[in-house]
């Protein structure tokens, strides 16, 4: 389904964006190179416009929610390129405007498009990729089912309470309080699920569990690939999600002190829906692969669209109107944007080797 959903989603050929390894791993990138055709609506292939509907619905139905509209929605406008991202009528307006154009699709898209938002300067980016990863899991632990996967603690985060860091909790900080909602087999499984922030849990009954954030110890995001590096474990650019977990696993006497290296923890909780509905994301709508992003709320409003280009692995690029849906503790500033890309072994491989440089077009309704 991925695959089919991918080849429809405006990937081209002869893009002069450069691909690099994983910058949340300290690789190494080279330097963004932009089409000579840079406009955003001129390159724009529109894709799967029901992927997109979907999530234009997703996002304009919580943000009509009233403790969504109670809430502030614009960000402050920041020197080093960040956007006051209109207000929150402004956003509301563009997804509905999106929809208007989808729900009676003209035959030239990017055209109509551009009749009806204005785009602002494009703004340079690094892209990664996030995806919802699979774990074995059980309801009680066993031999092999030791490590646990926490419900977020009640009193987690007050002034008065201290913060536990990973490798604290790892020690037991909080053990014997009944926060351990299911438990897997794998260590280094369960730090990427931590990473990526929601996942599927496949229990030994075949029963597929569901579970997403549910808040973190408010500890700083570390990158253990920039740790591997700086070690001299890994070669600079070569810090890829798959080279860390294979080095990890030829060096299981390393595996306890390089997760712990990054204190920040995340703790889940069970989401009622169904195995095709995606996670959602810190917007609280679904999150639809290769339609939804990750940005960072102080520099654009979730909800705002824009035109996405940049480069996957293997060097097919993609053009592609994104939606701001989600967030995350690595994701800072306006230069950074993480691309959601569904689940299953091929959404994995894409966003364990997906960073490259590209830019992005925030789109306003005229």
Same mark, same amino acid.
């Given at each position: 389904?991925?695959?089919?959903?991918?080849?429809?989603?405006?990937?081209?050929?002869?893009?002069?964006?450069?691909? %690099?390894?994983?910058?949340?791993? *300290?690789?190494?990138?080279?330097?963004?190179?932009?089409?000579?055709?840079?406009?955003?609506?001129? +390159?724009?292939?529109?894709?799967?416009?029901?992927?997109?509907?979907?999530?234009?619905?997703?996002?304009?139905?919580?943000?009509?929610? #009233?403790?969504?509209?109670?809430? /502030?929605? +614009?960000?402050?406008?920041? #020197?080093?390129?960040?956007?006051?991202?209109?207000?929150?009528?402004?956003?509301?307006?563009?997804?509905?405007?999106?929809?208007?154009?989808?729900?009676?699709?003209?035959?030239?898209?990017?055209?109509?498009?551009?009749?009806?938002?204005? %785009?602002?300067?494009?703004?340079?980016?690094?892209? =990664?990729?996030?995806?919802?990863?699979?774990?074995?899991?059980?309801?009680?632990?066993?031999?092999?089912?030791?490590?646990?996967?926490?419900?977020?603690?009640?009193?987690?985060?007050?002034?008065?309470? /201290?913060?536990?860091?990973?490798?604290?909790?790892?020690?037991?900080?909080?053990?014997?309080?009944?926060?351990?909602?299911?438990?897997?087999?794998?260590?280094?499984?369960?730090?990427?699920?931590?990473?990526? *922030?929601?996942?599927?849990?496949?229990?030994?009954?075949?029963?597929?569990?569901?579970?997403?954030?549910?808040?973190?110890?408010?500890? #700083?995001?570390?990158?253990?690939?920039?740790?591997?590096?700086?070690?001299?474990?890994?070669? /600079?650019? =070569?810090?890829?999600?798959?080279?860390?977990?294979?080095?990890?696993?030829?060096?299981?006497?390393?595996?306890?002190?390089?997760?712990?290296?990054?204190?920040?923890?995340?703790?889940?909780?069970?989401?009622?829906? $169904?195995?095709?509905?995606?996670?959602? *994301?810190?917007?609280?709508?679904?999150?639809?692969?290769?339609?939804?992003?990750?940005?960072?709320?102080?520099?654009?409003?979730?909800?705002?669209?824009?035109?996405?280009? +940049? =480069?996957?692995?293997? *060097?097919?690029?993609?053009? =592609?109107?994104?939606?701001?849906?989600?967030?995350?503790?690595?994701? +800072?500033?306006?230069?950074?944007?993480?691309?959601?890309?569904?689940?299953?072994?091929?959404?994995? %491989?894409?966003?364990?080797?997906?960073? $490259?440089?590209?830019?992005? $077009?925030?789109?306003?309704?005229?």
């Amino acid at each position: 389904m991925l695959r089919r959903r991918q080849a429809r989603l405006g990937l081209r050929g002869g893009c002069a964006l450069a691909i %690099a390894s994983l910058a949340a791993c *300290g690789a190494i990138h080279a330097p963004w190179s932009r089409p000579a055709r840079s406009e955003p609506f001129a +390159t724009l292939e529109t894709g799967d416009l029901a992927a997109l509907d979907r999530a234009a619905d997703a996002a304009l139905a919580e943000l009509e929610r #009233p403790a969504t509209r109670a809430a /502030p929605v +614009t960000p402050s406008s920041t #020197p080093d390129g960040g956007s006051s991202g209109g207000s929150s009528q402004t956003v509301v307006q563009g997804l509905v405007a999106l929809r208007r154009l989808i729900a009676a699709p003209p035959s030239d898209f990017g055209a109509a498009l551009a009749a009806a938002f204005s %785009a602002g300067a494009p703004v340079p980016v690094l892209v =990664t990729g996030y995806y919802e990863p699979t774990l074995r899991a059980r309801r009680a632990p066993d031999a092999s089912f030791r490590y646990a996967i926490y419900g977020r603690p009640d009193d987690l985060g007050g002034d008065s309470v /201290p913060l536990p860091t990973r490798a604290e909790i790892e020690a037991g900080a909080l053990s014997g309080r009944g926060l351990e909602r299911f438990w897997t087999d794998d260590p280094i499984e369960l730090f990427f699920l931590h990473v990526q *922030g929601s996942g599927r849990l496949e229990l030994d009954d075949g029963t597929i569990v569901r579970v997403g954030f549910a808040g973190s110890n408010g500890q #700083p995001y570390r990158a253990i690939g920039k740790d591997l590096v700086d070690r001299g474990a890994l070669e /600079p650019g =070569t810090a890829t999600a798959p080279a860390i977990k294979a080095y990890l696993r030829a060096h299981p006497d390393e595996i306890a002190p390089t997760l712990e290296a990054n204190p920040r923890y995340v703790f889940f909780r069970v989401l009622d829906r $169904s195995p095709d509905a995606g996670p959602p *994301g810190s917007l609280g709508a679904e999150l639809v692969p290769y339609r939804s992003v990750a940005i960072d709320p102080r520099s654009e409003p979730l909800g705002r669209i824009g035109v996405l280009a +940049t =480069t996957l692995p293997g *060097g097919r690029c993609l053009t =592609t109107i994104v939606i701001a849906m989600d967030s995350g503790a690595a994701i +800072t500033g306006p230069g950074r944007v993480d691309l959601f890309l569904g689940a299953g072994r091929e959404a994995e %491989a894409i966003a364990g080797e997906l960073s $490259s440089r590209g830019e992005v $077009s925030w789109l306003a309704p005229r």
